[in-house]
């Protein structure tokens, strides 16, 4: 059964960090492509990085590219995002997912993943 756990969400100061962990079981992270998302109260779930499972190459939207680092522990079964310089637009519950095929490449979208992971809550405010 694929299950996926995040971690580490909390209240940050802007311009702050976080380290998100999202940990899997149930399968083997590095045959699958994994992809962090988020959702803000009224606002669609949108994606923001995600890792790919055939060569380790990564993917960022604009909005965090700079500021956040997605990498994955082979050995934990466990990825993570750091966010530095967090803004308070980055305020959101934040998500990890899963799917047996690898669109990391083109970009990551909610719609391609169909594990999910129940959500870690990220406020950044003063």
């Known amino acids: 059964q694929v299950q996926l756990v995040e971690s580490g969400g909390g209240l940050v100061q802007p311009g702050g960090s976080l380290r998100l962990s999202c940990a899997a079981s149930?399968?083997?992270?590095?045959?699958?492509?994994i992809g962090w998302f988020r959702q803000a109260p009224g606002k669609e779930r949108e994606g923001v990085s995600c890792?790919?499972?055939?060569?380790?190459?990564?993917y960022y939207v604009d909005s965090v590219k700079g500021r956040f680092t997605m990498s994955r522990d082979n050995a934990k079964n466990t990825v993570y995002l750091q966010m530095n310089s967090l803004k308070p637009e980055d305020t959101a519950v934040y998500y990890c997912?899963?799917?047996?095929?690898?669109?990391?490449?083109?970009?990551?979208?909610?719609?391609?993943?169909?594990?999910w992971g129940q959500g870690t809550q990220v406020t950044v405010s003063s």
């Open positions: 997912a899963t799917d047996e095929v690898d669109n990391c490449g083109v970009g990551v979208s909610p719609t391609w993943y169909d594990y």
């Open positions: 149930g399968f083997t992270l590095d045959y699958y492509a």
């Open positions: 890792i790919s499972n055939s060569d380790g190459s990564t």
